[in-house]
């Protein structure tokens, strides 16, 4: 289904500035517990878990509402991070999601997004860029050595893509089909 072609990608309309918040609370709860549970389980040096649920989530605000929908999606999340304290990382992530919502952007605003490939580069950059950012918070927040970094962000990106990749055009797909975004 070709999402892009039926909905401009700057859009300042109620739709896509709701669509946004509601999309921002629903990626509050999942990648908010994604980062718990990557916490519990490392500390918070390889957020795998957060790292799937925020590469789905941002793919989907972004394609589904374009932008500023996407990166308002991304910024309640981080916000709600930080006050909740939901990881250690958390400081970063109003930064990690505004630039990976742009990076999607950028990439699937030249793209039909009706195939897997385009779903798969628009992850890939996004997941680049938001996994770079990641890694300085890895550094300078919890002082991790250079090559557990490395590891970690490789980690996450591979799952990251992957996963964001899948669910993405999933859901992007069914939305489409259903018609709730007309």
């Not at 793209?111 to 950059?125: E, G, I, P, T, Y």
């Not at 980690?155 to 259903?178: M, Q, Y």
């Amino acid at each position: 289904m070709n999402v892009q072609r039926t909905q401009a990608f700057w859009r300042f309309d109620l739709k896509a500035i709701v669509g946004g918040v509601f999309l921002g609370l629903v990626m509050v709860l999942l990648v908010g517990l994604g980062d718990r549970a990557d916490t519990a389980l490392t500390g918070g040096a390889f957020p795998i878990f957060g790292g799937v649920s925020w590469a789905t989530m941002m793919g989907i605000s972004t394609l589904l509402f374009g932008q500023p929908g996407g990166m308002i999606a991304g910024l309640i999340q981080g916000f709600m991070d930080i006050a909740t304290g939901a990881s250690p990382l958390a400081p970063i992530f109003p930064i990690v999601n505004a630039a990976g919502s742009l990076a999607y952007f950028l990439v699937a605003r030249r793209l039909l997004m009706n195939r897997w490939s385009h779903h798969f580069l628009a992850q890939v950059v996004a997941n680049l860029v938001g996994d770079a950012l990641v890694a300085a918070g890895l550094y300078y927040i919890l002082d991790l050595p250079v090559d557990v970094i490395l590891v970690s962000t490789g980690i996450t990106a591979v799952a990251g893509i992957i996963g964001g990749t899948i669910l993405t055009r999933i859901v992007a797909d069914a939305a489409a089909r259903s018609g709730v975004l007309d």
